[in-house]
Protein backbone atom coordinates (compact mmCIF):
# COMPACT_ATOMS: atom_id res chain seq x y z
CA UNK A 1 0.00 0.00 0.00
CA UNK A 2 1.27 3.01 -1.18
CA UNK A 3 2.29 5.83 2.04
CA UNK A 4 0.68 8.90 1.40
CA UNK A 5 2.60 12.52 2.53
CA UNK A 6 1.54 15.57 2.96
CA UNK A 7 3.71 18.79 2.14
CA UNK A 8 5.19 19.37 4.87
CA UNK A 9 6.57 16.06 5.60
CA UNK A 10 7.55 16.06 2.10
CA UNK A 11 9.65 19.13 2.45
CA UNK A 12 10.73 17.63 6.07
CA UNK A 13 12.21 14.32 4.29
CA UNK A 14 14.24 15.81 1.63
CA UNK A 15 16.10 18.18 4.13
CA UNK A 16 19.54 17.63 4.47
CA UNK A 17 21.39 18.37 7.60
CA UNK A 18 23.58 21.43 6.10
CA UNK A 19 19.94 22.84 5.02
CA UNK A 20 18.80 22.57 8.50
CA UNK A 21 22.09 23.90 9.97
CA UNK A 22 21.51 26.79 7.44
CA UNK A 23 18.00 27.63 8.20
CA UNK A 24 18.53 27.55 11.88
CA UNK A 25 21.48 30.16 11.30
CA UNK A 26 20.14 32.47 9.17
CA UNK A 27 17.78 33.82 12.10
CA UNK A 28 20.74 34.80 13.89
CA UNK A 29 22.64 35.94 11.21
CA UNK A 30 19.93 38.39 10.09
CA UNK A 31 19.29 39.48 13.80
CA UNK A 32 22.88 40.20 14.64
CA UNK A 33 22.99 42.49 11.17
CA UNK A 34 19.95 44.16 12.44
CA UNK A 35 21.68 45.30 16.28
CA UNK A 36 24.64 46.94 14.21
CA UNK A 37 22.49 50.15 13.98
CA UNK A 38 21.11 50.01 17.38
CA UNK A 39 24.14 49.13 19.03
CA UNK A 40 26.36 51.61 16.89
CA UNK A 41 23.78 54.50 18.00
CA UNK A 42 24.45 53.30 21.94
CA UNK A 43 27.46 53.85 21.56
CA UNK A 44 27.48 57.16 20.06
CA UNK A 45 25.31 58.01 22.97
CA UNK A 46 27.54 56.51 25.68
CA UNK A 47 30.82 58.34 23.71
CA UNK A 48 28.60 61.61 23.68
CA UNK A 49 26.74 61.42 27.00
CA UNK A 50 30.18 60.17 29.31
CA UNK A 51 32.57 62.74 27.50
CA UNK A 52 29.97 65.72 28.10
CA UNK A 53 29.64 64.73 32.07
CA UNK A 54 33.13 65.61 32.04
CA UNK A 55 32.35 69.22 30.68
CA UNK A 56 29.40 69.85 32.98
CA UNK A 57 32.25 68.99 35.84
CA UNK A 58 34.33 72.43 34.85
CA UNK A 59 31.07 74.14 32.94
CA UNK A 60 28.14 74.49 34.53
CA UNK A 61 25.34 73.32 33.30
CA UNK A 62 23.11 75.53 34.05
CA UNK A 63 25.47 78.50 32.16
CA UNK A 64 25.56 76.19 29.43
CA UNK A 65 22.12 75.75 28.77
CA UNK A 66 20.86 79.59 29.45
CA UNK A 67 23.67 81.43 28.29
CA UNK A 68 23.82 83.63 25.23
CA UNK A 69 27.36 84.26 24.85
CA UNK A 70 30.04 81.52 23.32
CA UNK A 71 33.35 82.61 23.23
CA UNK A 72 34.94 79.26 24.43
CA UNK A 73 38.79 81.34 22.90
CA UNK A 74 38.76 84.34 24.86
CA UNK A 75 40.23 84.83 28.56
CA UNK A 76 37.07 84.74 30.09
CA UNK A 77 35.81 81.93 28.55
CA UNK A 78 32.29 81.61 27.87
CA UNK A 79 30.30 78.22 26.94
CA UNK A 80 26.44 79.64 26.05
CA UNK A 81 25.07 77.62 23.83
CA UNK A 82 22.07 79.78 22.27
CA UNK A 83 25.02 81.42 20.38
CA UNK A 84 25.20 78.74 18.47
CA UNK A 85 21.53 77.38 18.70
CA UNK A 86 20.82 80.55 17.32
CA UNK A 87 22.48 80.56 13.75
CA UNK A 88 21.79 76.94 13.68
CA UNK A 89 18.09 77.57 13.48
CA UNK A 90 18.07 81.07 11.37
CA UNK A 91 19.43 78.45 8.45
CA UNK A 92 17.16 76.20 9.52
CA UNK A 93 14.33 78.74 9.15
CA UNK A 94 15.18 80.29 6.31
CA UNK A 95 16.02 76.94 4.52
CA UNK A 96 12.57 75.82 5.61
CA UNK A 97 10.85 78.96 3.72
CA UNK A 98 12.93 78.12 0.42
CA UNK A 99 12.22 74.47 0.18
CA UNK A 100 8.97 73.57 1.79
CA UNK A 101 6.73 75.84 -0.65
CA UNK A 102 9.47 74.75 -3.70
CA UNK A 103 9.03 70.74 -2.45
CA UNK A 104 5.68 70.57 -2.43
CA UNK A 105 4.83 72.22 -5.43
CA UNK A 106 7.35 69.81 -7.59
CA UNK A 107 5.41 66.52 -5.32
CA UNK A 108 2.23 68.21 -6.50
CA UNK A 109 3.13 68.36 -10.61
CA UNK A 110 4.94 65.34 -10.05
CA UNK A 111 1.88 63.48 -8.67
CA UNK A 112 -1.16 65.03 -10.19
CA UNK A 113 -0.21 66.91 -13.90
CA UNK A 114 2.71 65.18 -15.27
CA UNK A 115 3.14 62.37 -17.54
CA UNK A 116 4.53 59.22 -16.47
CA UNK A 117 7.08 60.10 -19.47
CA UNK A 118 8.23 63.42 -17.64
CA UNK A 119 7.93 61.98 -14.20
CA UNK A 120 10.35 59.21 -14.87
CA UNK A 121 12.37 62.54 -16.77
CA UNK A 122 12.47 65.17 -13.90
CA UNK A 123 12.34 62.93 -10.58
CA UNK A 124 15.71 61.21 -11.26
CA UNK A 125 17.54 64.58 -12.25
CA UNK A 126 15.39 66.39 -9.95
CA UNK A 127 17.17 63.78 -7.34
CA UNK A 128 20.21 64.10 -8.16
CA UNK A 129 20.77 67.11 -6.06
CA UNK A 130 20.38 65.01 -3.13
CA UNK A 131 23.81 63.64 -4.38
CA UNK A 132 25.72 66.99 -5.09
CA UNK A 133 28.90 66.96 -2.09
CA UNK A 134 27.89 69.70 0.65
CA UNK A 135 30.92 71.15 0.18
CA UNK A 136 30.56 71.59 -3.20
CA UNK A 137 27.10 73.71 -2.11
CA UNK A 138 28.86 75.94 0.29
CA UNK A 139 31.27 76.92 -2.76
CA UNK A 140 28.46 78.03 -4.88
CA UNK A 141 26.91 79.74 -1.39
CA UNK A 142 29.76 81.58 -1.23
CA UNK A 143 31.11 82.39 -4.47
CA UNK A 144 27.59 82.24 -6.48
CA UNK A 145 24.74 83.29 -4.15
CA UNK A 146 26.27 85.52 -1.57
CA UNK A 147 27.48 87.87 -4.44
CA UNK A 148 24.09 88.03 -6.17
CA UNK A 149 22.69 88.98 -2.71
CA UNK A 150 25.34 91.54 -1.87
CA UNK A 151 24.51 93.17 -4.96
CA UNK A 152 20.66 93.68 -4.40
CA UNK A 153 21.23 93.74 -0.99
CA UNK A 154 24.15 95.70 0.62
CA UNK A 155 23.74 95.43 3.76
CA UNK A 156 24.77 91.80 3.72
CA UNK A 157 27.96 90.63 4.82
CA UNK A 158 30.44 88.48 2.59
CA UNK A 159 29.23 85.74 5.72
CA UNK A 160 25.41 85.81 6.30
CA UNK A 161 23.02 83.39 7.39
CA UNK A 162 20.67 84.01 3.86
CA UNK A 163 23.22 82.40 1.52
CA UNK A 164 23.67 79.56 3.13
CA UNK A 165 20.04 78.56 4.10
CA UNK A 166 19.10 79.21 0.55
CA UNK A 167 21.62 76.65 -0.28
CA UNK A 168 20.80 74.45 2.49
CA UNK A 169 16.86 74.81 1.44
CA UNK A 170 18.10 74.18 -2.26
CA UNK A 171 19.89 70.85 -0.97
CA UNK A 172 16.60 69.31 1.01
CA UNK A 173 14.24 70.13 -1.64
CA UNK A 174 14.63 66.24 -3.10
CA UNK A 175 13.89 65.06 0.20
CA UNK A 176 10.53 67.23 0.51
CA UNK A 177 9.78 66.47 -3.18
CA UNK A 178 10.28 63.09 -3.27
CA UNK A 179 8.56 61.89 0.03
CA UNK A 180 5.99 63.91 -0.43
CA UNK A 181 5.35 62.91 -4.57
CA UNK A 182 5.44 59.19 -2.93
CA UNK A 183 2.92 59.98 -0.07
CA UNK A 184 0.65 61.56 -2.60
CA UNK A 185 0.99 58.69 -5.08
CA UNK A 186 -0.54 56.29 -2.66
CA UNK A 187 -3.44 58.14 -2.80
CA UNK A 188 -6.12 55.56 -4.12
CA UNK A 189 -7.42 56.63 -7.96
CA UNK A 190 -10.87 56.38 -6.46
CA UNK A 191 -10.14 59.33 -4.04
CA UNK A 192 -9.66 61.32 -7.38
CA UNK A 193 -12.87 60.24 -9.39
CA UNK A 194 -15.20 60.43 -6.31
CA UNK A 195 -14.21 63.90 -6.55
CA UNK A 196 -14.27 64.84 -10.10
CA UNK A 197 -17.35 62.61 -9.55
CA UNK A 198 -18.96 65.53 -7.47
CA UNK A 199 -17.93 68.53 -10.01
CA UNK A 200 -14.58 69.28 -8.29
CA UNK A 201 -11.85 70.40 -10.79
CA UNK A 202 -8.22 69.23 -10.69
CA UNK A 203 -7.04 72.05 -8.43
CA UNK A 204 -9.47 71.23 -5.85
CA UNK A 205 -9.16 67.77 -5.91
CA UNK A 206 -5.39 68.42 -5.28
CA UNK A 207 -5.77 70.36 -2.88
CA UNK A 208 -9.28 68.79 -0.89
CA UNK A 209 -8.94 65.83 -1.38
CA UNK A 210 -5.30 64.98 -2.02
CA UNK A 211 -3.45 66.65 0.11
CA UNK A 212 -5.54 65.99 2.88
CA UNK A 213 -5.08 62.72 2.43
CA UNK A 214 -1.65 62.56 2.17
CA UNK A 215 -0.81 64.80 5.10
CA UNK A 216 0.88 62.81 7.28
CA UNK A 217 3.87 61.79 4.37
CA UNK A 218 4.11 65.41 3.82
CA UNK A 219 4.56 66.96 7.20
CA UNK A 220 7.03 63.58 7.90
CA UNK A 221 8.88 64.76 4.64
CA UNK A 222 8.94 68.71 6.20
CA UNK A 223 10.53 67.26 9.52
CA UNK A 224 12.75 64.89 8.02
CA UNK A 225 14.06 67.93 5.63
CA UNK A 226 14.54 70.22 8.64
CA UNK A 227 16.16 67.80 10.71
CA UNK A 228 18.81 67.32 8.08
CA UNK A 229 19.22 70.90 7.77
CA UNK A 230 19.94 71.14 11.16
CA UNK A 231 22.86 68.58 10.91
CA UNK A 232 24.13 70.26 7.78
CA UNK A 233 27.82 70.99 8.02
CA UNK A 234 29.88 71.77 5.26
CA UNK A 235 27.32 74.79 3.51
CA UNK A 236 27.35 76.59 6.77
CA UNK A 237 31.18 76.07 7.61
CA UNK A 238 31.90 77.37 4.32
CA UNK A 239 29.34 80.48 4.16
CA UNK A 240 28.05 81.39 6.96
CA UNK A 241 31.10 82.54 9.29
CA UNK A 242 31.94 81.94 12.57
CA UNK A 243 31.08 84.47 14.54
CA UNK A 244 28.89 82.64 17.37
CA UNK A 245 26.18 85.41 18.42
CA UNK A 246 22.38 85.49 19.70
CA UNK A 247 20.47 87.49 17.90
CA UNK A 248 17.88 87.42 14.62
CA UNK A 249 20.28 89.51 12.30
CA UNK A 250 20.76 87.35 8.98
CA UNK A 251 22.57 89.26 7.38
CA UNK A 252 25.91 89.36 9.46
CA UNK A 253 28.20 86.24 10.22
CA UNK A 254 27.12 83.71 12.93
CA UNK A 255 27.99 80.06 13.21
CA UNK A 256 25.82 77.12 13.94
CA UNK A 257 26.55 73.63 16.18
CA UNK A 258 28.21 71.28 13.18
CA UNK A 259 30.19 74.96 12.53
CA UNK A 260 31.23 74.47 15.70
CA UNK A 261 32.28 71.44 15.66
CA UNK A 262 34.62 71.37 12.31
CA UNK A 263 36.42 74.05 13.84
CA UNK A 264 37.30 72.15 17.05
CA UNK A 265 37.74 69.14 14.79
CA UNK A 266 40.42 71.22 12.96
CA UNK A 267 43.28 70.15 14.80
CA UNK A 268 44.50 73.12 16.54
CA UNK A 269 42.57 72.58 19.92
CA UNK A 270 44.27 70.19 22.57
CA UNK A 271 43.49 67.20 24.20
CA UNK A 272 41.41 67.55 27.56
CA UNK A 273 40.73 71.60 27.49
CA UNK A 274 37.31 72.36 28.31
CA UNK A 275 37.35 73.75 24.85
CA UNK A 276 37.70 69.82 23.80
CA UNK A 277 35.03 68.88 26.13
CA UNK A 278 32.93 71.63 24.94
CA UNK A 279 32.85 69.72 20.76
CA UNK A 280 30.99 66.72 22.92
CA UNK A 281 28.46 68.79 24.63
CA UNK A 282 27.79 70.48 21.28
CA UNK A 283 27.41 67.05 19.94
CA UNK A 284 24.93 66.00 22.41
CA UNK A 285 22.52 68.96 22.03
CA UNK A 286 22.80 68.44 18.41
CA UNK A 287 21.82 64.89 18.98
CA UNK A 288 18.83 65.86 20.98
CA UNK A 289 17.49 67.88 18.58
CA UNK A 290 17.91 65.27 15.47
CA UNK A 291 16.43 63.03 17.82
CA UNK A 292 13.77 65.40 18.96
CA UNK A 293 12.39 66.08 15.15
CA UNK A 294 12.53 62.16 14.23
CA UNK A 295 10.33 61.36 17.18
CA UNK A 296 8.04 64.10 15.93
CA UNK A 297 8.40 62.50 12.32
CA UNK A 298 7.47 59.43 13.72
CA UNK A 299 4.38 60.81 15.95
CA UNK A 300 2.84 63.18 12.63
CA UNK A 301 3.17 59.66 10.69
CA UNK A 302 1.13 57.80 13.30
CA UNK A 303 -1.34 60.31 14.44
CA UNK A 304 -2.20 61.21 10.67
CA UNK A 305 -1.81 58.47 8.42
CA UNK A 306 -4.61 57.05 6.75
CA UNK A 307 -4.93 53.73 5.63
CA UNK A 308 -6.83 52.48 2.54
Do not use: C, H
Not at 93 to 99: G, M, Y
Not at 197 to 219: N, Q, W
Amino acid sequence: MTKNYNVQEMIDKNKSNSSNTIEKLIPTILFLITSISILATIAILYILASESIEFFRRIPFIDFITGTDWRPYSGDAQYGIWALISGTFRIVIIAAIFAMPIGLGAAIYLSEYSSDTIRRIIKPILEVLAGVPTVVYGYFAINFVTPILRSIWSEVDLFNAISPGIVVGIMIIPMIASLSEDAMSSVPRAMREGSYGMGATKIETTFKVVIPAAISGIMASFVLAISRAIGETMIVSIAAGSNPNFSLDITSTLQTMTAFIVQITSGDTAFGTDIYYSLYAVGLTLFFFTFLMNMISIWISKRFREEY
